[in-house]
């Protein structure tokens, strides 16, 4: 949905915006606090890390929850990432780094600095040079508040196809509470993607890495994308950093003008040993799901079985178990291993949420509403809230479940259209 703007649109509707003196309440135009360059910007530095803030959740939580089976994991890349960050032009974010436990490789920033990196990723890189050109990279999407840019832009084009009369800073406002998400996977600009590169080279450099890593970085990237072999997987892979040509040869230019630097192949190799030793247990788990989609649920069970053997502490192994037993309508079997998953990741939503919809099934709609709203407080759901409703209606509880239903319907899809088909029912528009 936010695209990035032509360069003769984005510049009429800007000088549209700017002859009407509504624009007064919104912030027009900011110094770019990593590049010293004017920027347009309609969200405010407040707005943006509250953005952030919210989203940092259900952000994780969505894209397979954080890698928790090796911490020092996480405690490594965050220090990484804080070095950095620390010579960025905003020093002062509160940045945060996660590991997610997600195959895909795949990194994202949030408004604010709150930076994600996936497992699926750190299994690629070879050393600390290349983990620092990552995150780097990042904290300048950060900084450089690329991720408000491009909401200022969708904005922009919102406003601009409204015909911009009406405009208040209220109502710019009321619409970047639904912008946070469409963030974490919004396209950035080519422009965006370059100055990334740039300066995420200078404070790799800045702290003592070998610029080249960045090169290796870029050529890998493309050369994934470029990778038929791999199919739609690819797809959505670096939707939000798409990989070019340019970029490699940009980056090469600048590394060849800049000094040589530390690479700490050993220190990243001992800091990804747990990930490594766990790729089969991870692949094996990859080749179950995929049994699971063309539905051959038995042999999708018996893979599932043998990467837990390879790794019984990965939660998410037990859970695709307890889906799969469910599929073969042994749900109390299931339960079973949607326990073993919760008690694993207490943090994780996924247990809960697929054990409290097997419970549902079972009839045990107290048990079923409690692991709900728990899987709720970790990440809302239609689906949740949709049999939230249901469980609701049976306790008589008509109003709860008008409420549960309204919010499924605002989710929209299936389960958003049997939400309202639900609120009908009940007299409710
Ligand atoms: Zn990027």
Excluded at 42 to 50: A, D, K, P, R
Excluded at 246 to 254: A, I, L, T
Excluded at 321 to 350: D, S
């Amino acid at each position: 949905m936010y695209k990035p703007l032509s360069k003769t649109l984005s510049k009429f509707l800007f000088i549209l915006l700017l002859g009407l003196s509504v624009i007064s309440t919104i912030t027009g135009c900011e110094t770019n606090p990593v590049t010293g360059k004017q920027q347009l910007s309609l969200v405010s530095t407040s707005q943006e890390l509250s953005i952030g803030e919210q989203q940092y959740e259900p952000s994780q939580q969505s894209q397979g929850g954080a890698y928790i089976i090796d911490p020092s994991l996480n405690q490594y890349v965050n220090k990484i990432g804080q070095s950095l960050a620390q010579l960025s032009g905003q020093p002062n974010l509160p940045y945060e780094f996660v590991v997610l436990n997600n195959d895909v490789p795949n990194a994202w920033a949030l408004p604010g600095g709150k930076i994600a990196i996936n497992r699926g990723l750190l299994v690629l890189l070879e050393d600390e040079a290349q983990l620092a050109a990552v995150l780097g990279h990042e904290v300048v999407h950060a900084a450089a508040r690329h991720g408000a840019s491009q909401m200022s832009q969708g904005m922009l084009l919102q406003l601009g196809t409204q015909l911009v009369g009406q405009v208040s800073s209220n109502s710019a406002y009321s619409q970047i509470a639904g912008l946070g998400a469409s963030a974490v996977q919004a396209r950035y600009g080519r422009s965006q993607e370059l100055e990334a590169d740039h300066y995420g080279i200078d404070y790799m450099v800045q702290a003592g890495y070998d610029p080249q890593a960045a090169v290796e970085l870029q050529q890998t990237f493309l050369r994934l994308s470029q990778d038929s072999s791999q199919g739609n997987w690819l797809d959505n892979l670096f939707a939000s950093h798409p990989p070019s040509a340019e970029r490699v040869q940009k980056n090469k230019e600048r590394a060849a003008k800049l000094p040589k630097g530390k690479r700490n192949k050993a220190a990243y190799q001992k800091s990804i040993k747990q990930i490594i030793a766990d790729k089969d247990a991870y692949q094996t788990h990859e080749k179950a799901l995929q049994k699971a989609k063309e539905k051959s649920w038995a042999s999708a069970l018996s893979m599932t079985q043998q990467a837990i053997k390879q790794q019984p502490k990965e939660a998410r192994f037990h859970i695709t178990k307890g889906r799969l037993l469910n599929e073969l309508e042994k749900n109390k079997e299931a339960v079973n291993a949607f326990n073993q998953a919760v008690k694993l990741e207490p943090k994780y939503f996924a247990g809960f949420f697929y054990r409290g919809l097997t419970q549902q099934e079972l009839k045990n709609s107290k048990l079923a509403e409690k692991d709900l709203i728990k899987s709720n407080s970790l990440l809302e759901t239609g689906v949740a809230n949709y049999y939230l409703g249901e469980i609701s209606l049976g306790n008589n509880k008509k109003e709860s479940a008008i409420n549960y239903f309204k919010r499924a319907a605002r989710s929209g899809g299936e389960v958003g259209k049997a939400a309202a088909g639900k609120l009908q029912t009940l007299g409710v528009q």
